[in-house]
């Protein structure tokens, strides 16, 4: 079976894509049918080699009031990013030009057509492919806010080979958007006793969560941030995340 390769963007070429968006330039480009790049601006990179083709799940049309629906799709298309980059490890996948190439091609379809980039203004632009085809590798938020980069932390971090359905955690965790601005981007996103206890607490309490569920989630997340202030949240088990849930059932029940 022929080597499958892997590239990256050199990080010349992506400093100069990542300036001229911030100084308004260069927008139209994400319109275009592909994203042209010369030889000298992509590397091989052998480190960061796919296992298989990586071959996307591509949406319809995104408008805002389907992007629930689309929780599915996401789901799908973490699990076949995860499961080709199965062996990354959590350095190689915190490479912004790494992301990019993904972004700018493998996914370009997917991604023009998930960030909707047509319904933002011309002063924002710029702003908007920044926050959504690249990515700070120092900060958990902008990882959380790439809309690939973001696929494959969420299935790596809720992957369980314990579990009898090893995604388990990790459809859940795409059942609601919520989960990805309270968890992903938060620090205890990258806990895995936080994230597989709060997971594991909801799947295992569905009348608990049946109604304002998000709102119920946010409300556990305040908690578990309150054990951060008194506690390396590094130290807490799965076992003490749920048991710590587990008292707090009357006070979940009440979230309005």
Do not use: C
């Not at 608990?208 to 506690?231: C, P, S």
């Amino acid at each position: 079976m022929e080597q499958i390769k892997q590239y990256i963007i050199s990080s010349t070429r992506l400093r100069k894509m990542k300036d001229e968006l911030r100084n308004k330039k260069g927008s139209d480009l994400y319109f275009k049918k592909t994203y042209i790049f010369g030889d000298a601006d992509l590397l091989s990179s052998e480190t960061k080699t796919p296992n298989k083709p990586v071959a996307p799940a591509l949406p319809g049309t995104l408008t805002k009031l389907k992007l629930r629906g689309y929780a599915d799709l996401e789901y799908k298309n973490a699990k076949i990013l995860f499961e080709a980059y199965q062996n990354l490890t959590p350095e190689d996948a915190s490479d912004e030009r790494f992301w990019a190439y993904l972004t700018h091609t493998t996914f370009w379809d997917y991604m023009k057509k998930r960030t909707n980039l047509g319904s933002v203004s011309e002063e924002k632009k710029g702003d908007y492919i920044l926050t959504h085809w690249f990515l700070d590798p120092l900060s958990p938020k902008t990882i959380a806010r790439n809309d690939i980069a973001r696929l494959w932390w969420s299935a790596y971090l809720t992957h369980d080979e314990k579990l009898k359905d090893p995604y388990m955690l990790t459809r859940q965790l795409f059942s609601m958007q919520d989960y990805s601005r309270t968890l992903i981007e938060g620090v205890q996103g990258r806990n895995r006793n936080v994230l597989h206890g709060v997971l594991s607490f909801v799947i295992d309490n569905p009348e608990l969560f049946k109604q304002r569920k998000e709102a119920k989630v946010r409300f556990v997340m305040r908690k578990i941030n309150q054990i951060g202030g008194y506690r390396l949240l590094s130290s807490v088990s799965k076992k003490e995340v749920k048991n710590t849930l587990k008292k707090l059932e009357k006070e979940i029940t009440s979230v309005k």
